[in-house]
């Protein structure tokens, strides 16, 4: 690291006072190499699109049948008895 390099007094990154000599963040760790720069911005949150906090619910999923899964219940059964009968 150049000696010249003069460490920030808030990481970019997490947001935790950073010591006047400090070579890497003492909250999250970062530093210079790793994205502890001055164009950096701080984290704050997950950039989702304004549509996710609407009170809308979201758009139901395509179900299976309520009949489907009963089936496949019986006919595994099924095949497990079979299994044990027929040796």
């Known amino acids: 690291m150049p000696r010249d390099f003069v460490a920030p007094t808030e990481c970019p990154v997490c947001g935790a006072a950073v010591p006047r000599n400090a070579r890497a963040c003492p909250g999250c760790g970062a530093d210079e190499r790793s994205g502890w720069n001055e164009e950096a911005t701080r984290y704050d949150g997950l950039?989702?699109?304004?549509?996710?906090?609407?009170?809308?619910?979201?758009?139901?999923?395509?179900?299976?049948?309520?009949?489907?899964?009963?089936?496949?219940?019986?006919?595994?059964?099924?095949?497990i008895i079979a299994a044990f009968i027929f040796r």
């Not at 609407?54 to 095949?79: C, I, K, N, Y």
């Open 47 to 79: 950039n989702l699109p304004d549509s996710a906090f609407e009170d809308e619910p979201p758009a139901q999923s395509r179900r299976a049948p309520g009949w489907l899964w009963p089936l496949v219940g019986f006919v595994t059964l099924a095949a």
